[in-house]
């Protein structure tokens, strides 16, 4: 019991992680029908920036304060984020207005190749690393429960806990501003919203600095949990299953499907995996995504498919 | 000028239907294809042949079966390579495990083992749609990699999924020098090319094109989409699993599962849309620029006497290919398939224009 609730933490840990990827998908599909390959190229891009500039502003500008540094490192990297917005609504989506679906998808796919390559030009090529504090000792919970308690890794629980932090950040920017709002507005009827005055061009640019966000976040835990290095574009492969399952149109669907996969993952790999061969991790997701999507082709939150004629 | 069609009357039906209606067009081909099988063997050096000939042929081939699906039905699909790599595996067991098994008999029934996970990948596409069914055949993808690294059964016990075959020969001819290997590979690409062109301007090349356009408008009119999605599913998994084997067989000698990784779906995907979707001619031209393109940009740093690191160009090669995709998508969305026709549209009123 012990060993499977433990299981079922991480997992669950793990999914929060997951969520905030996705988060950065979904936002970017209901704002401009574009299905964002480029989301793990950006977490990449994001993380790289930010361990970099950790580096290099107390050299630039001759102070020895590490948490300064890394507040400045983060604002300096969200700078660049919103930078990157701005050039790929302005070099390339503005182009492709009204094009298919696959085309827009490419198009992300040839955004990411270049964020690659030059991300790692920019930043070097090597493992760097972000440190931002998080302890790595673990904590046991539910002693008094069970006979040795169950062992959580604290590191684990915070990058849990700041996903968690800033999934509600953004819900309450959602509902409660102005350009929240404005998004909502754009992401259910992009005709309707413009005419009542809402600028599209400008709205896709913040849409696309708080996917930035989002992957300077998981970039960020990620990256301080693993190391900054090219593997971490990958992570986007994995936060696909999340975003078909939740439904490309649902924030609470990338959520609650970041949990599930995340505990999907974790408890077929330890229970199931063994009798496989293991790894099985990988394509567990993708194939409990697609049997629950048999079911409900949409998704388990998304907006409902209606074909007419 | 010399591009008209004038004065050249179909009098029968045969005449009427044929591939290239116009007669110029019919030279050009034929002079194409007798120059391809007769002239570039003594012209091209082995180099050539090995690093640009041979895997433009077989990804050609490899996105003609695509194009089937992406272009013709509509289906999106991230799991070529996982195609690929059921067809170059199943070509494997067949090739090793049943002694005197000819090459170009086992290279087929490798692209029938390819049809049969094909179709059963397809079927979940008759329920999901659109964007959601692309990430969904990612699970092909990555079961197919995964089974080919643990299950050892398929690789015939090898450490790592790597396999490897020697001494290929159809009919007692050997396929051992890159000529002819070429030869080997332009043969399939021929017949294939042949058959794939006559199979989307039939029957049920234009049920799978109303299907794309909108599948429940074609289920009114009387198109059945379980048969029409599936039937494009193996054809183009057949067409995909044979040019994974050929890749395997000929190409390679020896490989991994991570040959047929998932950047090589999105490679072929690729050369589909830059080429052109729905458009034969399109795989062509797709291939050719996704092959050529990399060699290109390793090529030019050297070419301009400018030294630089290898990593660094690794990194610029990335760059400067992903921009010029975005570039391509924007300033022709329909492909390098639409720019010939355009061309071509040109050329008949060339030099006098309305």
Not at chain 1, 91 to 103: C, D
Not at chain 1, 107 to 135: E, H, N, V
Not at chain 1, 163 to 186: D, E, H, M
Not at chain 2, 170 to 197: D, H, N, R, S, W
Request: aromatic fraction near 14%.
């Amino acid at each position: 019991m012990g060993f499977f609730l433990e299981t079922l933490f991480g997992g669950l840990m793990a999914g929060m992680l997951y969520s905030l990827i996705a988060l950065g998908f979904v936002l970017i599909y209901k704002a401009s029908g574009v299905f964002n390959f480029a989301q793990g190229a950006m977490v990449l891009f994001a993380a790289l920036a930010m361990a970099r500039f950790a580096e290099w502003f107390p050299k630039w500008f001759g102070f020895d304060n590490h948490w300064l540094a890394i507040a400045l490192a983060f604002a300096g990297a969200m700078l660049v984020m919103i930078v990157v917005a701005y050039l790929i609504e302005r070099l390339v989506l503005g182009k492709l207005v009204n094009q298919e679906g696959i085309t827009l998808l490419m198009a992300t796919l040839g955004i990411s190749y270049f964020m690659d390559g030059f991300g790692q030009t920019l930043f070097g090529s090597d493992i760097y690393k972000i440190d931002i504090g998080m302890p790595k000792d673990p904590i046991f919970l539910f002693e008094s429960l069970f006979q040795g308690g169950v062992l959580i890794n604290k590191e684990d629980l915070y990058a849990a806990l700041i996903a968690a932090a800033l999934v509600v950040a953004l819900s309450i920017f959602f509902q409660k501003t102005a350009t929240g709002r404005a998004l909502r507005a754009v992401a259910d009827d992009h005709q309707a919203a413009q005419s009542i005055g809402i600028p599209l061009k400008h709205i896709w640019v913040v849409v696309w600095s708080v996917a930035g966000f989002a992957a300077l976040v998981a970039g960020m835990i990620w990256g301080s949990k693993l190391g900054v290095q090219f593997s971490l574009s990958q992570v986007a492969l994995k936060a696909l299953p999340v975003v078909i399952l939740g439904g490309l149109t649902s924030v609470p669907g990338a959520i609650l499907g970041g949990l599930i996969i995340g505990v999907g993952e974790k408890l077929s790999e330890v229970y199931i995996g063994p009798m496989m061969g293991g790894g099985i991790e990988i394509w567990f997701a993708y194939v409990l995504a697609l049997m629950v999507l048999l079911v409900r082709p949409q998704g388990l939150f998304g907006e409902k498919i209606i074909d007419r004629v | 000028m010399l591009y008209r069609e004038n004065g050249q009357f179909k009098t029968s039906y045969t005449a009427d239907q044929q591939i290239f209606p116009v007669l110029q067009d019919r030279v050009l081909i034929l002079a194409l294809v007798a120059f391809a099988f007769l002239a570039v063997p003594f012209l091209a050096n082995e180099y050539f042949f090995r690093a640009v000939l041979v895997p433009f042929l077989i990804l050609s081939l490899a996105a003609l079966g695509l194009n089937i699906l992406v272009g013709y039905c509509g289906q999106i699909s991230l799991g070529t390579g996982a195609f690929m790599a059921i067809g170059a595996y199943g070509a494997y067991n067949f090739f090793v495990r049943i002694p005197g098994m000819p090459l170009i008999a086992a290279l087929l029934l490798g692209g029938v083992s390819a049809t049969v996970v094909g179709v059963l990948f397809g079927i979940p596409s008759l329920r999901i749609k659109g964007l959601y069914l692309a990430v969904a055949t990612l699970a092909a993808q990555f079961f197919t990699d995964w089974s080919f690294l643990r299950i050892k059964w398929f690789t015939n016990d090898s450490s790592s999924g790597s396999v490897s075959v020697a001494g290929l020969n159809v009919m007692g001819l050997p396929i051992e020098t890159p000529v002819q290997k070429y030869l080997f590979c332009l043969t399939f690409l021929c017949v294939f090319a042949l058959l794939a062109k006559n199979l989307v301007r039939g029957n049920i090349g234009r049920e799978w094109m109303a299907i794309r356009d909108m599948d429940v408008a074609a289920a009114v009119i009387g198109i059945r989409p379980v048969y029409a999605k599936l039937t494009a599913f193996a054809v183009s998994s057949f067409i995909v699993g044979v040019a994974g084997g050929l890749w395997g067989f000929v190409h390679l000698g020896s490989w991994e599962p991570a040959a047929f990784s998932v950047d090589r779906s999105f490679q072929l995907l690729f050369m589909v849309i830059i080429g052109g979707l729905g458009s034969i001619a399109g795989s062509f031209f797709g291939a050719a620029f996704i092959v050529l393109l990399p060699i290109l940009l390793d090529a030019l740093p050297s070419a301009m006497g400018v030294p630089i690191d290898t990593a660094l160009a690794s990194h610029l090669t990335y760059m400067i290919f992903g921009a010029l995709i975005v570039f391509f998508l924007i300033v022709e969305p329909h492909g390098i398939a639409r720019l010939w026709a355009t061309g071509r549209e040109k050329l008949r009123l060339w030099p006098f224009p309305h």
